[in-house]
């Protein structure tokens, strides 16, 4: 008995070992040598590609560029504005195309999931049947058979039941290289959601100034039509008086006119910035002027910590995430790569099989079979080969793509950077020249109106005070999103899904209670 049982293990495996003898006798010694040398697993083992990195800012030598190692965790508190720090708070929690990017992660989660189950049986059926075959008596006569002395049943019945699997081992990895691709889309899905957070993060802080700059403008210009309004009258005054001519009555005619006229476009600005922040908020539009009250423009700080340019690599969600993709091409090349080589399954079954019911579940009605074997495209005409470099190139696609990621993130923090920089000193010019011309203005009104000068100065004055105060704003609004660009650049804000603060770890509730995202790596 034992010998029959050795001999039939020998038959079934015979086109096991012929394969790997084929194998051994072929041009695939290099690969299986590497193979081995891969955990059993063909295909290149994944290295980060190099990124140019340059070893400091071109402003490091300015002491407000501090290289101190950042904490950008939330970096809008350094404007110290308690409105814009809820703000943050409600867009993370309530934005719409943030909770999609959650709902990304948790696809890319299934399908990692999807791809771990390949390692084990591929097919995995349970089945039962039963049938009833009744014998036509014209096709079998029953009288010529039973003169034969054979007289078949008029209807046999077949019951069955059993279980049956098919399984591809994984000898070459190339499962086990689809896990490892799937992991790196994991994190490339987080590293996405972060991405956008960052992003997220960056626009409201920009609507938010730019809500504060139209509101800084119109109360100017507000200002601006009641202090010209006043010299309107003066003039009219004067007029009535004979001491002037009419043209000083229409020059503070156009000149209030001017400045009136700017205050619809100011407010269209404003009620844009309002209806921006609502949709990054995940509002229907909607007055938040009640929440936002009257302030001033947020007074960015002298100084901004900036670290080293080779903190990008590992602080930016998008040169991460860039990364991550690349990672999962390197994967999908050893998939390629196993196509080159035999597959090897096994096939089984166990059922019961039966006539009558009662008789099912008896030692006499079972019955199994296994079929292990290979399959192995031979002559495909170069086709796999081919598709081997397709992946590859893929690969080289993405490492290029990955470093000009990293080159322009570098550019980008540089510009934020430069504007900042720049930005004070253009601020402290444009103060000095408000100053200036806000007592220019109160000089030449108490001179025309004791018929020192002409009105000419005043218009011009009141003018060049109008355009200064309302650049003014627009500078300090510049020099805040100056410092923006910088953060965001940085790649700053998306810790905020860690549960910084007072803010909800809306990532992790988008994802099933016990569930984990794959780490997308040390962002400290």
């Known amino acids: ?8 293990l020998a038959r079934t495996w015979r086109p096991v070992w012929l394969a790997f003898l084929l194998l051994a006798s072929s041009g695939c010694q290099g690969s299986l040598g590497n193979w081995c040398r891969n955990g059993f697993r063909v295909g290149p083992d994944y290295c980060k590609p190099a990124a140019p990195v340059a070893c400091e800012w071109i402003d490091a030598y300015d002491e407000r560029v501090r290289q101190e190692l950042p904490d950008n965790s939330a970096w809008w508190t350094v404007f110290q504005d308690p409105i814009l720090n809820g703000l943050m708070d409600d867009t993370y929690r309530q934005n719409l195309p943030l909770r999609e990017a959650g709902m990304r ?25 039963y049938s009833r075959t009744e014998v036509s008596e014209n096709a079998f006569p029953t009288n010529r058979l039973a003169g034969l002395g054979f007289m078949p049943p008029s209807a046999v019945n077949n019951w069955v039941t059993g279980f049956d699997a098919g399984w591809e081992l994984d ?23 972060d991405a956008i957070l960052v992003s997220l993060i960056g626009e409201t802080a920009e609507a938010y100034i730019n809500y504060r700059v139209a509101q800084t403008r119109l109360a100017y210009a507000r200002d601006n039509v009641r202090i010209q309004q006043g010299s309107l009258e003066l003039s009219e005054s004067r007029f009535r008086n004979g001491a002037v001519t009419e043209l000083d009555v229409t020059q503070a005619t156009a000149n209030l006119q001017n400045t009136k006229q700017q205050i619809p476009l100011y407010e269209v600005q404003l009620r844009q910035a309002n209806n921006l922040l609502c949709v990054l ?16 423009i947020p007074a960015p700080p002298v100084d901004v910590v900036v670290g080293i340019p080779a903190n990008l690599i590992r602080r930016r969600p998008d040169i991460r995430r ?15 790569v196993a196509d080159l080589f035999p597959s090897f399954s096994i096939v089984g079954a166990v059922q ?33 080969a081919n598709q081997v470099r397709v992946q590859e190139a893929r690969f080289q696609q993405l490492a290029i793509a990955y470093q ?10 540089e510009d934020g950077i430069i504007a900042f920089l720049r930005g004070q000193q253009r ?35 009141e003018t060049a005070l109008t355009n200064q105060q309302d650049l003014l704003a627009t500078v300090q609004g510049e020099l805040a999103q100056g410092l923006v660009a910088v953060y965001k650049a940085m790649g700053g804000g998306w810790q905020i899904r860690l549960g910084a603060g007072s803010t909800s770890e809306q990532l992790d509730e988008l994802l099933q209670p016990g569930e984990v995202v794959a780490d997308p790596g040390d962002k400290s």
């Not at 991550?324 to 050893?334: E, F, H």
């Not at 000009?404 to 923090?413: F, T």
């Open 1 to 8: 008995m034992r010998q029959q049982r050795g001999k039939l």
């Open 322 to 336: 860039a990364e991550r993709q690349v990672a999962a091409q390197s994967a999908l090349i050893g998939v390629a």
């Open 105 to 129: 992660v948790v696809e890319a989660q299934r399908l990692r999931q999807i791809a771990a189950g390949n390692i084990f049986p591929q097919t995995q059926q349970g089945f039962g049947e």
């Open 281 to 296: 908020l995940g509002l229907p539009a909607q007055d938040l002027s009640p929440r936002l009250g009257e302030q001033p």
């Open 404 to 413: 000009q990621q990293v080159l322009e993130a570098n550019a980008e923090v």
């Open 352 to 384: 019961v099989q039966a006539e009558d019911f009662e008789d099912l579940f008896e030692s006499a009605s079972a019955a199994s079979f296994v079929a292990p074997g290979f399959n192995w495209n031979l002559l495909n005409y170069g086709r796999l």
């Open 171 to 193: 000898v070459w990895g190339r499962f086990r290289r689809g896990i490892e691709a799937a992991d790196a889309n994991l994190d490339a899905s987080v590293e996405d959601y």
């Open 427 to 461: 601020l402290v010019d444009v103060q000095g020249a408000v100053q200036a011309s806000t007592r220019s203005v109160d000089l030449a009104r108490i001179q025309y109106r004791e018929g020192a000068t002409d009105f000419n100065r005043v218009f011009i004055l």
